[in-house]
């Protein structure tokens, strides 16, 4: 009897890896797609510090919360990138028709989320209330605002890293949640060339329309309302998905990777066949690792030690 056919085909099992070289991979797709999720599974396995997983829904939730109490970093907004809670929507250099317009529309539920009596002749919004309130309300501000504020996070990093005369460019890291427009993948690019970061890879993550709806639905937010999914959306279909065509006409086909973000699991429980949440997160995870080139085997050896930590 041979005895070594019982063996497993390693007796080496990997439980940690690393990017191959710096610079940056960016998670795109439409709202509730787990674009968050797979980030924080990524910068586990791949040994990336949490601090270089730049979301951009945390980004601005915490430029604002910085601005409110922390005075220099304020002054650093105001001098910096003209972004203040001293100037008023009406006068700032990104007003425009259409953008005044859009925010008369919403002076009504401002004035209510900051807890002022409603004055429909002295209504008014500061740049950084009006921040705050798209934030809050899921509505889109001026590109100028989030291409500064993704580039001043990136610098940080670098500035960071080369702090101890070390090379600033070491260390990888992640953006989710960014690009969203074509014009922002375009500033993207151009800036991330300016500092000699590379694009490792674009991950696109990818569901319907109904899934979309019913992972929203979950979630129990008050803006997870149908028309409020309906916009969100069109908005991926009109301006997500180009500035992924963008990146791909400026990086390459082979640089871009569709990923099936709805890949449920299912494990049999007293009879019932019972959907399993980490499971299916573990596949999607699974079929990103491997669009970065992580051997299959790799992949498998990782998984379960992820699920060893659970």
Not at 49 to 75: C, Q
Not at 186 to 194: R, V
Not at 291 to 310: C, F, M, S, T, Y
Request: glycine fraction near 6%; charged fraction near 25%.
């Amino acid at each position: 009897m041979n005895r070594t056919a019982y063996l497993p085909l390693s007796l080496v099992r990997v439980e940690t890896i690393a990017l191959n070289g710096p610079g940056v991979v960016i998670l795109t797709g439409p709202s509730s797609c787990g674009k968050g999720e797979v980030a924080n599974a990524l910068c586990e396995v791949l040994s990336i510090h949490p601090e270089r997983h730049l979301s951009m829904g945390v980004i601005l939730r915490t430029t604002v919360e910085r601005a409110k109490n922390n005075d220099d970093y304020a002054s650093l907004l105001a001098d910096k990138y003209s972004l203040s809670n001293s100037v008023s929507m009406f006068d700032s250099i990104d007003t425009n028709d259409d953008l005044s317009e859009k925010v008369r529309r919403y002076l009504p539920e401002l004035e209510s989320y900051f807890g002022r009596k409603p004055d429909t002749n002295n209504a008014d919004a500061s740049q950084l209330e009006w921040l705050e309130f798209c934030t809050v309300r899921g509505l889109l501000i001026p590109n100028r605002w989030t291409q500064n504020l993704i580039s001043a996070e990136i610098d940080t990093i670098l500035q960071s890293e080369s702090a101890d005369g070390t090379d600033a460019y070491t260390t990888p890291f992640i953006l989710d949640g960014y690009p969203r427009t074509v014009a922002a993948a375009e500033h993207l690019l151009n800036y991330l060339n300016s500092v000699n970061v590379p694009v490792l890879k674009v991950l696109h993550l990818s569901i319907s329309k109904a899934e979309m709806s019913l992972r929203a639905s979950k979630r129990g937010r008050a803006d997870d309302h149908s028309e409020a999914l309906r916009s969100r959306f069109e908005f991926y279909v009109e301006n997500v998905q180009p500035s992924v065509d963008y990146m791909k006409s400026e990086l390459g086909g082979a640089c871009i990777s569709l990923i099936d973000a709805h890949q449920p699991a299912y494990v049999e429980e007293d009879g019932k066949r019972t959907f399993h949440l980490q499971d299916s997160i573990d596949n999607v995870i699974s079929t990103a690792l491997r669009a970065l080139g992580v051997p299959r085997v790799i992949v498998r050896d990782l998984i379960e030690g992820r699920k060893e930590k659970e």
